[in-house]
């Protein structure tokens, strides 16, 4: 965070954590890669870039499919922004009719989101009960490198345990003379 503060990095990713209570000067734009899971996690992400009454900056969310019926709530958070600012409605970011047009979750579902998030980003169970998906901070390059590293030393441990029953089963079978 130092280094973003002097400029020394332009970009920082960080959790909802940093949501809350932190201030940064001159912060012009906030990316969500997820949707936040209430109207007052979004407030607070994208409060970063205007506070103590600065002029705020751009505020980009990416949804999935998935995320669609939550992108309402922040719609009409949004909205009501731009009413309680005095913006005309013909200049007005959200539009009537992409509200209208999104699905309402219903009060059961708002409270699964602020849980236990969208569903199709939390990790699936196996048979087992581990968890099948995790977040990882290694590329998926690196994890299968890794993997295929341990596929090999798997391989040579089971090779070198079978080495010696096969040793077994050719001297057995070269003893035998056959009947007299």
Known sequence: MTKFRRGDIWVLITTDLLARGVDFRGLNGVVNYDVPNSAAAYVHRVGRTGRAGRAGGVAVTFYTQEDIPYVKLIANVIRAAEKL????????????????????????????????????????????????????????????????????????????????????????ESEFEGFE
């Not at 219903?106 to 602020?114: A, H, V």
């Not at 196996?126 to 890794?146: H, Q």
């Open 85 to 172: 600012r005095g913006v005309a409605e013909e200049e007005q970011s959200v539009k009537q009719w992409l509200l209208d047009a999104l699905p309402t979750p219903t009060k059961r579902e708002k409270q699964e989101l602020k849980k236990k998030g969208v569903e199709a980003r939390r990790s699936a169970k196996t048979d087992d009960g581990k968890n099948k998906a995790r977040i990882s901070t290694k590329s998926g390059y690196e994890r299968r490198v890794e993997n295929r590293k341990r596929g090999a030393r798997i391989g040579s441990k089971q090779r070198q345990e079978q080495e010696p029953r096969r040793k077994v089963e050719e001297a057995s």
